[in-house]
T-cell receptor, first 113, second 115 residues
């Protein structure tokens, strides 16, 4: 079946460096994507989203890139801080009705001091 | 800042018992959701709810599960005759609208442990 998945389960970067977390999706009908951050024992927290009619969107220290040709999504975090350590999930919604989000498996980002 | 609140934070129940997980969505939101996350795995969609009825449900949401909005503020998930494999974090979420371009706001979750 179609699914949203992540390439790397764990990513370790030095504090201050930039990080890139990748996500592949297979549902060509997906038209809205969200990155969530989940800290230990907490619920998913919205980071940034992007619509399918865009290929890039920037927030504060974060950038999401969407490549519809290869069905690939990435989250770039600039100048990482210890508080960025968490599991990051991509999620997609194909729109219409009260559709639930389809989440990927998650990447654990570890910021090394 | 408005937030989704869930109670209890942790629920331990014996196999075969019924549990009710409670959620108070953000007050002006119209769409409500329950998700499940088994330890170490991804978040899985269970059900969405709008206008006092289920809008969409996943394969996980079988006859064992039910949802209700009893009083206009609470949104509950009932699990009848719990099984060991129901042990997971259960997240409630709400959004002001549905479909594409809609951010869902998540609660902190209820950890359900079935023993």
């Amino acid at each position: 079946g179609e699914s949203v998945g992540l390439h790397l389960p764990t990513l370790s970067v030095q504090e201050g460096d930039n990080s890139i977390i990748n996500c592949a999706y297979s549902n060509s009908a997906s038209d809205y994507f969200i990155w969530y951050k989940q800290e230990s024992g907490k619920g998913p927290q919205f980071i940034i989203d992007i619509r399918s009619n865009m290929d890039k969107r920037q927030g504060q220290r974060v950038t999401v890139l969407l490549n519809k040709t290869v069905k690939h999504l990435s989250l770039q975090i600039a100048a990482t801080q210890p508080g960025d350590s968490a599991v990051y999930f991509c999620a997609e919604n194909s729109g219409g009705g009260a559709d639930g989000l389809t989440f990927g498996k998650g990447t654990h980002l570890i910021i090394q001091p | 800042e408005p937030e989704v609140t869930q109670t209890p934070s942790h629920q331990v129940t014996q196999m075969g018992q019924e549990v009710i997980l409670r959620c108070v969505p953000i007050s002006n939101h119209l769409y409500f959701y329950w998700y499940r996350q088994i330890l170490g795995q991804k978040v899985e969609f269970l059900v969405s709810f709008y206008n006092n009825e289920i809008s969409e449900k996943s394969e996980i949401f079988d006859d064992q599960f039910s949802v209700e909005r009893p009083d206009g503020s609470n949104f509950t998930l009932k699990i009848r005759s719990t099984k060991l494999e129901d042990s997971a974090m259960y997240f409630c979420a709400s959004s002001p609208q549905s479909g594409a371009n809609t951010e869902a706001f998540f609660g902190q979750g209820t950890r359900l442990t079935v023993v």
